[in-house]
T-cell receptor
Framework: AQKVTQAQTEISVVEKEDVTLDCVYE???????LFWYKQPPSGELVFLIR??????QNEISGRYSWNFQKSTSSFNFTITASQVVDSAVYFC????????????FGAGTRLAVHP | GAGVSQSPRYKVTKRGQDVALRCDPI?????LYWYRQALGQGPEFLTY????????KSGLPNDRFSAERPEGSISTLTIQRTEQRDSAMYRC???????????????FGEGSRLTVL
């Protein structure tokens, strides 16, 4: 069975601190996809990234970076120099290969960035 | 519109009533998904369409839940004989523009918050 675990329920940091959100997944598939979504206080879900299981290269996009390690079944998300606008709930998700996006979401991590 | 549009945004109903939630996906998107999100939880998959065909309904909790997308565009999620446990945010998402590449990105609507009294 597929499962995504985000062990950190809430994280609170002060602006400009770096913060890492953990994501651990379980799947029996050899081909799968991993995602991160952001849910700001306004409530919408915003796509951040998708990685496939064959691409373990780390990804950097501005202040955001992602570390994918198959050996530990983890896909962690780091925000460098956090800002108040980063305050949101962040969801990690997993989908199996099959041509569609039946995402299994984790419970989310609520990040609060204080000035 | 430019994004995924859902209506109503808020629905309060009494136990036992039927409700219909509507989703208008991004124009030209092939795939349409319904998810349900309970408070403090991540979204949970309900069902999925490619064009008008319902490809997977394995996430629908029971036979009181049904969905359709008759013309391959707008979709309706119907809950019959609502129960208090059906209270949640129901989110629609669409993806994959016809003729384009499926990047895997889901575009979510703002959701319909259902409260069953």
């Amino acid at each position: 069975a597929q499962k995504v675990t985000q062990a950190q329920t809430e994280i609170s940091v002060v602006e400009k601190e770096d913060v890492t959100l953990d994501c651990v997944y379980e799947t029996r598939d050899t081909t799968y996809y991993l995602f991160w979504y952001k849910q700001p206080p306004s409530g919408e879900l915003v796509f951040l990234i998708r990685r496939n299981s064959f691409d373990e290269q780390n990804e950097i996009s501005g202040r955001y970076s992602w570390n994918f390690q198959k050996s530990t079944s983890s896909f962690n998300f780091t925000i460098t120099a956090s800002q108040v606008v980063d305050s949101a709930v962040y969801f990690c998700a997993l989908s199996e290969a099959g041509g569609y996006n039946k995402l299994i979401f984790g419970a989310g991590t609520r990040l609060a960035v204080h000035p | 519109g430019a994004g995924v549009s859902q209506s109503p945004r808020y629905k309060v109903t009494k136990r036992g009533q039927d409700v219909a939630l509507r989703c208008d996906p991004i124009s030209g998107h092939v795939s349409l998904y319904w998810y349900r999100q309970a408070l403090g939880q991540g979204p949970e998959f309900l069902t999925y369409f490619n064009y008008e065909a319902q490809q997977d309904k394995s996430g629908l909790p029971n036979d009181r839940f049904s969905a359709e997308r008759p013309e391959g565009s707008i979709s309706t999620l119907t809950i019959q004989r609502t129960e208090q446990r059906d209270s949640a945010m129901y989110r629609c998402a669409s993806s994959w523009h016809r003729g384009g590449t499926n990047t895997g990105e889901l575009f979510f609507g703002e959701g319909s918050r259902l409260t069953v009294l």
